[in-house]
């Protein structure tokens, strides 16, 4: 079992960063591979990002490649997501995701997830 817990969203100008944190607790969590999704009003959850348990394999959605940055620290537990050049189509609930999978692109492509945080509000102003 899997708990994850997010934090650092907010409003933020076109064009500012953010930086969110998901805090993971469960007796294997550093094991599994960890993402970032997104929903914004009126569409379906997204694929942003996702890393290994080593961090030896990342994969970033097109929309967010080069302008995001996913990493993880195991010893603290917790995975981040980078947020840089924010545009307001980025305005979204981000969940962090983890499930056991083969490599960080298997989590872009799954359509099943077996963990999710409860999902932290990003703003971006235009």
């Known amino acids: 079992q899997v708990q994850l817990v997010e934090s650092g969203g907010g409003l933020v100008q076109a064009g500012g960063s953010l930086r969110l944190s998901c805090s993971a607790s469960?007796?294997?969590?550093?094991?599994?591979?960890m993402g970032w999704f997104r929903q914004a009003p009126g569409k379906e959850r997204e694929f942003v990002a996702a890393?290994?348990?080593?961090?030896?394999?990342?994969y970033y959605a097109d929309s967010v490649k080069g302008r995001f940055t996913i990493s993880r620290d195991n010893a603290k537990n917790t995975v981040y997501l980078q947020m840089n050049s924010l545009k307001p189509e980025d305005t979204a609930v981000y969940y962090c995701a983890a499930d056991l999978m083969a490599s960080a692109q298997a989590m872009g492509t799954s359509p099943r997830i077996a963990y999710w945080g409860q999902g932290t509000q990003v703003t971006v102003s235009s």
């Open positions: 469960g007796r294997t969590w550093n094991r599994y591979v």
């Open positions: 890393i290994s348990w080593s961090g030896g394999s990342i």
